[in-house]
């Protein structure tokens, strides 16, 4: 049976939350179990954290051109298995530093077959018009992110945490059954495999490509760190802390899936350049002051996270079907995959980046610290905005 409509989206989606089960076990979990297991600094832990985004980085550009050529559930399938599989060769095989690095770089090398190209699998059969598919394709990114968070933290915390990475490891099996009901496409071949410079010559899709990086270096900074500074909010606030680590992660990353929509749909309305840009800047606002009040109450503290995460993530639908919209369709697969290597690089360079700065304040456990770090995440998201005026103004 071939998937198609609505069924297609669902199934789709849906693998997309599987392959998504593995992706954030080493930020869920380091805090509690790695840093302390392993004697990690700040920047260590955001180096190890860093590795997924950056093998990402470096396999996106050639996994999500090649659908251009070939046909993207291909990739997509080999890029989920490699993902789970790296995944559980994590949790059997790394004990330290060093050896963790590597072996999560793997697994994100294997997601860069499984996310754009997953999406270009979508759009090839459904036509790139349908702005709502994709916005739904990135909206359950998020919700699948909350439930890598939650399963993570619960399997280590019952069962140690390499039993984490190898039940988390299995998630991918479901977008691999559902690239089997996938009907074959063709797409028809067109320029240099790796040739970017149409791509760079198209202002419009290249704001929208810079305005995602500064989101993902805002994204992966937050949710690299948000459990290591609930557990420092909690460590402070023993008595009154209305929220664990974990159900504050789950509840950041879970309200990005109907933030992603409402963010498109606003894009839709009042135009895509402003609705960004609105969005980002109030972000921005936001995560300063959270920084700000690092150090009191825990309730106030949590209300500015909860704001925070619909604005973290209510630019990220909008980003995406803007870039989609204003792809060229012969270079769509290289537009994504320039969309994707942007948006990555900067994600390991966000958890990084938040991780030095962190120990250069004062470390996790000082609130100068987390005003450090979020301040870094507030001035690069600013730099969204700027990219979409320079799109608009370069093309007009």
Request: aromatic share 10%; net charge positive; hydrophobic share 55%.
């Amino acid at each position: 049976m071939r998937l198609t409509g609505t069924t297609l989206v669902a199934a789709i989606c849906l693998g997309q939350v599987g392959n998504l089960l593995p992706h954030v076990v080493v930020p869920a979990i380091m805090a509690q179990h790695l840093m302390p297991l392993w004697g990690l600094s700040a920047a260590q832990a955001g180096l190890m954290a860093s590795a997924y985004a950056f093998g990402y980085m470096l396999a996106v550009p050639v996994l999500t051109a090649l659908t251009d050529r070939i046909d993207a559930r291909h990739i997509l399938l080999a890029g989920s298995a490699l993902s789970g599989l790296a995944t559980i060769a994590f949790g059997l095989f790394a004990n330290g530093l060093w050896s963790a690095i590597p072996l999560w770089g793997l697994a994100g090398a294997g997601f860069a077959g499984a996310y754009m190209p997953g999406l270009k699998a979508l759009t090839d059969r459904l036509g790139p018009g349908n702005s709502r598919a994709v916005t739904f394709y990135t909206s359950s990114y998020s919700f699948g992110v909350g439930l890598s968070f939650l399963v993570s933290q619960l399997v280590a915390d019952s069962f140690g945490w390499r039993a984490a990475f190898v039940v988390t490891g299995l998630g991918p099996v479901v977008m691999i059954a559902a690239c089997f009901g996938l009907a074959p496409f063709q797409p028809p071949a067109h320029g240099r495999l790796l040739d970017f410079r149409p791509v760079f010559r198209n202002r419009p899709a290249l704001g929208y490509v810079l305005g995602y990086g500064a989101h993902c270096f805002e994204l992966y900074g937050m949710r690299t760190w948000i459990v290591t500074f609930w557990t420092f909010v909690v460590a402070h606030n023993a008595s009154a802390a209305p929220l664990s680590p974990v159900t504050v992660s789950v509840l950041v990353t879970v309200l990005a899936m109907p933030a992603s929509i409402f963010g498109n749909e606003a894009a839709i309305r009042f135009g895509r350049h402003r609705a960004i840009a609105t969005i980002q800047v109030i972000s921005a606002t936001l995560v300063l002051t959270i920084g700000f009040c690092a150090g009191v109450s825990p309730y106030l503290l949590l209300g500015l996270v909860l704001v925070h995460a619909v604005t973290l993530n209510g630019d990220s639908g909008a980003l995406t079907s803007g870039m989609t919209a204003s792809a060229v369709p012969t270079q769509r697969g290289a537009t994504m995959a320039l969309h994707s290597t942007v948006g990555f690089g900067l994600s390991a360079a966000g958890a990084w980046a938040t991780g030095i700065v962190l120990d250069i304040g004062g470390g996790p456990s000082n609130p100068s610290g987390w005003l450090a770090a979020f301040a870094l995440l507030a001035t690069v998201i600013l730099l969204g905005p700027l990219a979409l005026w320079w799109s608009r103004r370069a093309s007009a």
